[in-house]
């Protein structure tokens, strides 16, 4: 009895000191816990935490990533608005990019195939990479400029950029896992208004007489596009961007230009006029403003869906 009451007259006598012993574990526990909350909210990018930092090569894709991740991410593409993906070199800062990423996206199938390269100078072989276009299920492909390649531009089809989402949607809850329903609520969100588009699409090239949805662009981007919404893709002024067509090449395609009854040919906004322009004045047809496909570029094109919206009605406007 007695030694348990002295204790009980110590603790009492001992009890200012103890509360504050008692105070300091109490900060010292949340401080400890505020950092451990730091810790996850970088690791897992929510809140006011650190964003994830995705680096893709497109300007398209950075907008569809930014749709997926909103502001979860933090998202740079190497090749800038209005530049052209095919021929791109990059240059010491991509690489530093590159090597800063913690996401790495980009699409395969010969379209941006220069960033391996990049990515091992950055020595950044650990970084999870994401190739949208590659394996995709239940995509069927389409030729590309080479044999035995393939058109790497499926994302001009709204339908297959549902399946780019699910893909950065995956890639993104892996490396916060904490953030999976809010990942999942914006790409279904995302993927709502990508269905949206394709019946806007559906719906105003309806309006085209079926007899003049042919098309002819600068280089091979539409053709995925084209067979979604029932358009013949007569030709392409250059198989191979960065490289200029035969003599041969273009006589053939002036040819079907004419056999066809082409109405418009198209100039894409990343590429010189010159080639189409010869063509038009070649074949009595005329040139149509600048359409959009491996590039964003100024308002009102600034993201994937306004490309895609903007080229419709530029097809609309020249072959109704
Ligand atoms: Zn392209």
């Known amino acids: 009895m007695i030694p348990r009451f002295r204790s009980a007259r110590l603790s009492l006598k001992n009890s200012g000191r103890l509360a504050a012993a008692y105070l300091a574990v109490a900060v010292f526990g949340t401080v400890l816990l505020a950092a451990c909350q730091g810790a996850a909210s970088s690791s897992n ?84 990479l994401v190739k949208l276009a590659v394996d995709l299920p239940g995509v069927a492909l389409l030729p590309g400029e080479g044999p035995g390649t393939q058109n790497p531009h499926l994302f001009m089809d709204p339908k297959y950029v549902e399946l780019y989402v699910d893909r950065i949607a995956a890639a993104l809850k892996q490396i916060a896992p904490a953030e999976a329903s809010r990942i999942e609520a914006q790409a279904a969100a995302y993927k709502s208004r990508l269905g949206e588009l394709d019946t806007w699409v559906r719906d105003q090239v309806s309006t085209i007489p079926p007899q003049d949805r042919k098309l002819v662009t600068f280089h091979d981007a539409f053709p995925y596009y084209a067979r979604e919404y029932g358009i013949t893709i007569v030709g392409v002024a250059v198989n191979a961007p960065g490289q200029d067509p035969s003599a041969g090449y273009t ?70």
Do not use: C
């Open 45 to 128: 990018a929510s809140g006011s935490g650190e964003r994830i930092r995705v680096v893709t090569t497109i300007t398209v894709f950075a907008d569809i990533i930014r749709n997926v991740g909103g502001d979860l991410v933090d998202v740079t593409s190497l090749v800038p608005k209005n530049g052209d993906v095919h021929t791109f070199e990059p240059k010491p800062a991509d690489v530093r990019s590159v090597a800063q990423a913690r996401l790495l996206v980009m699409n395969g199938l010969g379209l941006d195939d220069w960033l391996a390269k990049t990515i091992s100078n950055a020595s950044s072989s650990g970084t999870p």
């Open 251 to 320: 006589a053939a395609l002036i040819d079907a230009i004419r056999k066809a009854g082409v109405k418009a040919i198209f100039s894409e906004s990343q590429f010189p006029a010159k080639l189409v322009d010869q063509l038009a004045a070649e074949t009595g047809t005329k040139v149509v403003a600048n359409l959009y496909d491996d590039a964003l570029g100024d308002p009102p094109v600034t993201s994937y869906e306004a490309v895609i919206r903007w080229d419709t009605q530029q097809l609309v406007a020249a072959l109704r």
